[in-house]
């Protein structure tokens, strides 16, 4: 009899640790062009109203997750903004791609010698850009408050979509990313609150110090965040300061 009410209450305690980490429901779909296809998610805002303009935030996630399943892109981004107290302080939209095994959302062809990036993007990001201006198109979009986060690889590339396209964005958060530092000269007004962790094994965080300080030779005033003993999993500590989506919200294009 014991065991079954320990067993019980194990089935219980699992139940309810799934229903705690349950995310909200997104909407599944694929981008199609005439050479290639984009998966992605699509969070609507809770309690949408049509008549109403909405944010929305492109999340880019890293290397580890990338594939053709629409899943695994959306495991793991921030709680803060998929609790129901997050989502009642945070209407927006959030749009999360997923770059395929053979690609990646940025390249640096002759890193570490040079951090520059291709002069074209790569065939994922210029189908999350593609969608993007689609969707401005389809949805109620606030045309003022687009943001743009993502770590690792997704941090790359969220310095890599400022530089593309500088007049979209009005906010971004890079997380323990490489960056093209030539590119401050396109982005530096864009409000950006940077992070990394200084025992980074992955991206060295010297990566995030050379364009934090890039940006700021330009008369940029990033935000940067640097956090000790960290290494390359920096975005855990990210995501949970209290300030960050406040002032990501705070952000609008004139």
């Not at 009410?5 to 089935?11: A, D, G, N, T």
């Not at 991206?203 to 940029?220: E, F, H, P, S």
């Amino acid at each position: 009899m014991r065991k079954s009410y320990i067993m019980v209450f194990m089935l219980m305690a699992f139940a309810s640790l799934l229903q705690a980490q349950e995310l909200p429901v997104f909407e599944k779909a694929v981008y199609q062009t005439r050479q290639d296809s984009l998966p992605y998610r699509l969070l609507y805002p809770q309690n949408y109203n049509p008549k109403q303009k909405y944010p929305l935030i492109l999340f880019l996630h890293g290397m580890g997750v990338r594939g053709n399943d629409n899943q695994k892109q959306i495991v793991n981004l921030p709680k803060a903004l998929l609790t129901a107290q997050g989502r009642e302080a945070y209407h927006c939209f959030i749009l999360v791609p997923q770059c395929p095994n053979n690609d990646v959302w940025v390249k640096f062809p002759e890193f570490p010698k040079s951090l520059s990036a291709t002069a074209k993007p790569t065939k994922s990001t210029a189908s999350v850009l593609t969608l993007l201006a689609n969707l401005q198109q389809q949805l109620p979009i606030d045309r003022h408050r687009i943001y743009v986060m993502g770590n690792s690889m997704g941090g790359e590339a969220t310095f890599d979509f400022l530089a593309r396209k500088p007049k979209r964005f009005a906010g971004a958060i890079p997380i323990c990313a490489v960056a093209d530092t030539a590119t401050a000269k396109l982005i530096y007004r864009t409000p950006i609150w940077a992070f990394h962790g200084d025992q980074d094994d992955v991206n060295d965080v010297k990566y995030t110090r050379m364009m934090i300080d890039a940006l700021q030779k330009r008369g940029g005033k990033p935000k940067y965040t640097e956090y000790p003993g960290i290494k390359h999993n920096s975005w855990d500590k990210a995501y949970a300061e209290p300030q960050l989506f406040d002032w990501l919200f705070a952000q609008s294009k004139n």
